[in-house]
């Protein structure tokens, strides 16, 4: 992979090239971010770290900006930094709000340059960051309440202005058309179906949400915030804890990353009818998959890509046949890689961005 700039690609859902780059933060030894060439997945390579500073402390989730060449980081131990990746083989960062707000997940609105924060700990909830000024993120508004407790996974609705947040076993809904977010609706609290949920995608279009539960994935009715409801559930038997979802509206498929002590894999499921979610393969691999956390999916090439907490890896697994997935490659990574994106879309399922 060369040294040009992020690729414009086609609106979310068409055709468009396969995927290059991953920016992988990394929470632990010192934090920082990675830039990996995966343009091959079966052999990738580190291009560049970048380590981490004051303002950006243990860097744990990303969003791209696949138009402005930027990369959005939360950190755990600071706010949002902003990344210059127009250069894979030297990002920079361009700047950084240092204030110890715990985000472990965030999602973007590049069209109003907005970075959406989801606050873990208590109180939990959301925070707004104004990056209109890539040099000087600011806070901008934020909703938080014990109600809101340890909230973790965050998806922006763009053509409702809204934001879902999820935690171990509740979703919200916010309101962020205005400076300042505010609850809009009702709480939908289910421990059973929406049991250790800790990560969301969103297909706006159809206004249903998928979330990562517990050993598997729901479903849920986001049309009236008022009234949300679950459509469906499905899981497997012993997969561990969740971690991270993506999913293919097109191919009507979704991924889910699962990690216990010194053992990971990656699930997959059919979410084609989002009232009849179904199991298709889960993959187990304790070693290129352990401590599966961050996933992210690759629709052209028919690759999923996932970081490796606990097993310090970056993993792509061969998702061409989806009742059969596979390991293609891994490479070594600093430490703890955490919830990282690839520049491909469409959105939902890769954690690319665009601003058009």
Known sequence: MGNSALKLLAASGAKAATADLAVVPFEDGGGGVQTIDISDPTNMSILATLS?????TKPFGCKLDITNNRAFICCEDDSVAVIDVSNP???????????????KYLDIDPTRDLVFGSKTGNPGGIRIYDVSDPTDPTESGSSLSAAFIGTLGIANHRS?????????????AFSTGATNPSQNGSTLSDSTNLNQAKAIKLDESNN???VAISNGIASVNIANTSSMAILDTAQSTNAGDNQDIAIDLDAGIAFVTVAQYNRGGLMCFDISNPSSISLLDKLEDNTNLQGARGVAYDPEAKVAYVSCGSGDKFTAVSASNTSSLSILGSVATNDAPARFAINTTPREAT???ETS
Do not use: K, Q, W
């Open 351 to 353: 954690n690319a961005e």
């Open 208 to 210: 249903i949400a998928f």
């Open 52 to 56: 981490s500073s004051s303002a950006m």
């Open 160 to 172: 409702r202005n809204l934001c879902f947040i999820v935690d171990d076993d509740a979703m919200y």
């Open 89 to 103: 083989s030297s990002p920079s960062i361009t700047g950084a709000l240092a204030a110890e707000h715990g985000l």
